[in-house]
């Protein structure tokens, strides 16, 4: 009997909170075993987007970060001049080895994986949805297709296109 693959752990940037509650499916993060979220993306969210910190379907855990960090994530942040939240949730990362960090931030997305960390947005976890069984396809590819109108993300039509594209094919 094969054995069933626990969901991963995840910690989470402010982005992913946000525009997963902007399109109404921040319950996509309940399949996930722990959705960690260092306290300084917990206020920006609070003063962002403060409902998506009260949705009861999913259960966020707020985690104090300490404030060490190695010399090279330090070297890092202010190179790719990264925020509290992404400093503080890529300092979590250290500690939680096997865990994934969601971010929409792309010079979070370029340090958390120099630094050998597996990283996901909000999109990878709209897709995760299908694959999971969390969503059909058509709702997927409606969630996607709403992504310009509902959500604050930035993402390039193109990149949106290809994404529906090979949903649609799956």
């Given at each position: 009997m094969a054995e069933v693959e626990s969901p991963p752990v995840v910690v989470c940037d402010a982005g992913p909170l946000i525009h997963l509650d902007e399109l109404g499916c921040l319950d996509l993060l309940s399949g996930f075993r722990d959705v960690l979220v260092p306290d300084a993306v917990w206020n920006e969210v609070a003063r962002h987007c403060p409902s998506a910190l009260r949705r009861r379907r999913i259960r966020l855990h707020r985690v104090t970060v300490s404030d060490e960090a190695g010399k090279q994530l330090m070297e890092l942040a202010q190179t790719f001049a990264?925020?509290?939240?992404?400093?503080?949730?890529?300092?979590?990362?250290?500690?939680?080895?096997?865990?994934?960090?969601?971010?929409?931030?792309?010079?979070?997305?370029?340090?958390?994986?120099?630094?050998?960390?597996?990283?996901?947005?909000?999109?990878?976890?709209?897709?995760?949805?299908?694959?999971?069984?969390q969503?059909?396809?058509?709702?997927?590819?409606?969630?996607?297709?709403?992504?310009?109108?509902?959500?604050?993300?930035?993402?390039?039509?193109?990149?949106?296109?290809?994404?529906?594209?090979?949903?649609?094919?799956?």
């Amino acid at each position: 009997m094969a054995e069933v693959e626990s969901p991963p752990v995840v910690v989470c940037d402010a982005g992913p909170l946000i525009h997963l509650d902007e399109l109404g499916c921040l319950d996509l993060l309940s399949g996930f075993r722990d959705v960690l979220v260092p306290d300084a993306v917990w206020n920006e969210v609070a003063r962002h987007c403060p409902s998506a910190l009260r949705r009861r379907r999913i259960r966020l855990h707020r985690v104090t970060v300490s404030d060490e960090a190695g010399k090279q994530l330090m070297e890092l942040a202010q190179t790719f001049a990264l925020d509290a939240g992404e400093v503080e949730a890529l300092r979590l990362m250290a500690s939680e080895s096997d865990a994934i960090l969601l971010t929409d931030d792309a010079a979070a997305r370029l340090v958390a994986t120099k630094l050998g960390h597996e990283v996901h947005g909000t999109i990878g976890v709209v897709v995760r949805a299908l694959r999971c069984a969390q969503r059909t396809k058509r709702q997927v590819l409606n969630l996607l297709r709403a992504i310009p109108k509902r959500s604050t993300l930035f993402i390039a039509e193109s990149l949106l296109a290809t994404v529906i594209a090979q949903v649609r094919m799956s």
